[in-house]
């Protein structure tokens, strides 16, 4: 569970963030909707921990995190960049090694996990990243973008592993701009406009509250 | 946390050890002072009188070991992190910045020290190769490179972090932290070519100190253990202050975002 409450941030004489409160609920795939530079990346941030809020404040439990960028370490094995975050998350050393085998069995990685990542491709960069974000078992999942430049089945197999963990109870929340993307997998949607809330439903909800046949259609009509 | 930091330090380790390009080109800066100093002491033949310019330039070439050998890790470390977007995941680990930025200050020392060995063992073959007379104080110069010269990587890594905190990518960081090479590089010569603009109080002055006790020591005089007793604390003690500052700007907005 996610429990954000006026959230504000500015950057100098920018406000990014403006009184922004939402819930992400526990056992749901939330959507945080917006164009670009409407707020999202840095709301994450914010929830995250890395950006300090000017005022407000959020609510979460233990985190795991995939933010706009892998990130990860060309110089170390598959293996070796996520036990470096595993032993960073505090797990201990004994079931460290078991849970990154899981880990690497769960998102397909077993045949490039002894491989250096330099030359990996965006796909492999991404569940790398996406591994670490999961390692430590955490019970909310922030992703910022997470199908940004990958292939069809890297997608489908992204969407099948989020909805599985939903179903295990997880909270998950997603910032995206792509239309379809929210629609197949969300079940919540929190639609932000230069950095306020403007509408918060199932895509359904969005849909009736705005009379429109379409998510696309709803979302153009809510930030436009 | 300490466990932390160590597990920090051994990635950081790790992960530039692999850095071939990078370790080859420190091992080159660092063995450079004992190839000059040796071409010229060739060209010298031991006379007493050059063989006092080249004690000045060895204990130079020296100071500016300690500098260079962490160098490229340093760059790499923050700036280079940054540049590469990883920066920002591994803030979001339950790690206090300042524990994070001490296991890469440690990993920037221990290249740093490796730097300085290298450069003394060079100079020691160079030495006995050469046939050069030095008078030299072997057990107080002993001393001043355990206890004033050890201290000289962990500040040359404190200030070098510090400095990759505030670039944004790895080409910018290599361009002030090669500045920072002349610190030591004209601090030094500045007192080898005018011996007598060197206070007293010089002696104790991180920098200036390490290289006027360890040119006295090669000369064969006597070093009072107080005077390389305080320019190591002092050294150590600046090398903390730095480390903190450098610690305190991983704090900042600015470095998720690179303004």
Redesign the interface.
Known sequence: MIQIQNLRKS?GHRAVVQDLSFNAPDGAITGLLGANGAGKSTTL?MI?????PDSGSIQIGR?G????????????TVR?NLT??G????IPRKQLDDRVDEVISTLGLDSIAGT?TVGFSQGERMKT?LG?AILHSPQNLLLDEPTNGLDVPTIRSLRELLRRLRDLGQCILFSSHVLDEVRALCDKVVVISNGRLVAEGSPADLCSQTGTSSLEEAFVALTC | MLN?SI??AR?EI??SL??IRAVISSFFYAIMGPLVVGLVSISTHGSASEANVLVGMMAVFTLVAAFVGGMNIAMDTVAGERE????????????RRVDLMIGKWLAVSLFAAAGLAINLLGFAVVLRGSGMHLAGNWPHLLRVLALGMLPLPLLAASLQLLISTVCRAVKEAQTYLSLIVFLPMSLGMFLVFFPASAREWCRVLPLAGQQLQLESAIKGSEIPLLQTLVLGCLTVALAFVILRVAGNRLQR?EI??GN
Request: with cysteine; hydrophobic share 40%; glycine share 6%.
């Open positions: 950057f941030r995250c921990g890395v950006l300090t985190l995190a995939l933010l706009d960028h892998a990130g990860i370490y060309s110089r170390l070796e470096y975050f032993e960073l998350q505090g250096r990243a670490r | 932390q597990v920090v990635k790790t992960d692999r850095d590469r977007r990883s920066l920002l995941p591994l803030l979001l680990n339950p790690i907005d998720i975002y």
